[in-house]
């Protein structure tokens, strides 16, 4: 063990440390491999719509309303079947409805969650079903005549005392006695099962007022799939004083998330000159993600593939790439809102703005990145295979890459950050590699 630690300790110390030079003692002197670093690649960088996302059949939904000082208002609404808890319902002889009660559970808030927002409930007029799909920007019929119920308050987000009990918090909305007297005066064949359920009662639409103070609102997260949300009849009958039936939302309910983002008329002007009138140029100052079938960036940096004609002095020199690294810089040091903890970067497979997941993406999230960074208010991603590829394959159509924020069909985040060629903080593509000879 001795001669062993001695003879670790004699190659330590014989080790010269050069981080920029490859195969020293191994290639013959004057023949190393030389590290060379470049960052100067400019972006051709722009934010622009996104027509919409599926939304059916997620576990959590959004309702309520947010006035974004830049990106301005956005309202999430609930289209959703409501279920039998056990079939063959019967309300006994002489039922009366005492109240009839819509509670969503609470799980998260995005905004101002005191201010003070209207919930709005409504019927459906068409069934939706369970196998199709839904975007956020569809809508669906409902009777708009008739309100089944509202409330008007600020979202409770604590946990809450009843009967001297805590319970989690949840959004309480009464429905009125025009929804108790269709489900007393039904038939009883309309309760025999769910198929006749829903044929009868067709569902709900929950929806919001849009906030219009810029600052204002709040979008929140309600967990549909859990006890704690329902639709509860407490009624009495000439037997009994004091009686309760549940109607649900399960996994076999169709639902889907609904957003409105009223065309951006009310954002910032910067915003809408880029996103909206489709100033590109604008791209170079700052950019913009936003959730909810709202925005994303396309980026593309034409340097790349002449980089090798560049190194090589008008011949395409042979460059392996070491690491590259694309780094983005949050525009907002103190923003209002916290900005998403990760975005996700694809690349553009067709005309259409189809995009699938890069080569680097596959080595892992740990190494791929797109994680926010707080202390430097950062993104960083590595693209060491995609730099590598296009420089190996510069006449290969390069349809650019697009930046977007994960799980955009219940997540309510955005983020600004800077632009390709903003002067401090731009877009930077790091890329470290060795100049083959």
Excluded: W
Aim: aromatic fraction near 12%.
């Amino acid at each position: 063990m001795f001669f062993a630690l001695a003879f670790l300790a004699l190659l330590l110390g014989s080790c010269t440390d050069d981080e920029y030079k490859i195969g020293l003692n191994i290639q013959p002197p004057g023949d190393e491999l030389l590290l060379s670093y470049t960052d100067t690649i400019s972006a051709v960088v722009y934010s622009y719509r996104e027509d919409s996302v599926r939304t059916d059949e997620m576990s959590t939904s959004l309702l309520g309303s947010y006035f974004d000082p830049v990106f301005g208002k956005t309202t999430a609404s609930i289209f959703t079947e409501i279920r039998l808890s056990t079939v063959k319902l019967d309300f006994g002889e002489g039922a009366v409805m005492d109240s009839l009660i819509l509670k969503l559970a609470y799980q998260s808030v995005y905004g101002d969650s005191t201010t003070v927002q209207t919930f709005r409930v409504f019927e459906l007029t068409e069934n939706l079903n369970i196998d199709s799909a839904y975007f956020s920007n569809q809508m669906r019929p409902y009777d708009q005549v008739n309100e089944l119920g509202s409330v008007t308050m600020a979202p409770l987000i604590d946990s809450i005392l009843v009967d001297t009990v805590k319970v989690a918090p949840y959004l309480r909305i009464p429905l009125n006695q025009v929804m108790a007297n269709k489900l007393l005066s039904a038939d009883s064949t309309h309760f025999e099962s769910n198929e006749k359920f829903i044929q009868f009662f067709k569902g709900l639409y929950i929806t919001a007022d849009p906030v219009d103070i810029s600052g204002k609102g709040a979008l929140l997260t309600y967990n549909l799939l859990t006890a704690g949300t329902s639709l509860t009849a407490y009624y009495h009958n000439n037997e009994d004083d004091s009686l309760q039936y549940t109607f649900s939302i399960t996994s076999a309910s169709a639902r889907y998330s609904h957003y409105e983002h009223y065309d951006y008329t009310d954002a910032d002007q910067l915003f809408k000159q880029q996103v909206i009138d489709g100033d590109t140029a604008l791209g170079a100052t700052k950019i913009y993600l936003h959730a909810l079938g709202g925005v994303r960036t396309y980026l593309r940096f034409p340097g790349l593939t002449t980089l090798g004609l560049q190194i090589g002095s008008g011949n395409r020199a042979m460059i392996s790439v070491n690491e590259a690294q694309l780094i983005f810089n949050n525009h907002e040091n103190s923003p209002a809102l916290s900005p998403p903890s990760r975005i996700v970067i694809g690349k553009t497979t067709d005309d259409k703005g189809t995009t699938t997941i890069l080569d680097d993406q596959v080595e892992g999230e740990g190494y791929f990145g797109g994680f926010y960074e707080s202390t430097t208010f950062q993104y960083r991603f590595r693209l060491s295979r995609y730099v590598q590829q296009t420089l190996l394959n510069p006449d290969e159509d390069n349809l650019g890459l697009v930046l977007l924020i994960p799980n955009a069909s219940f997540v309510p985040q955005r983020v600004i950050l800077n632009g390709g060629a903003s002067e401090t903080g731009r877009i930077k593509l790091a890329i470290t590699y060795t100049k083959i000879e």
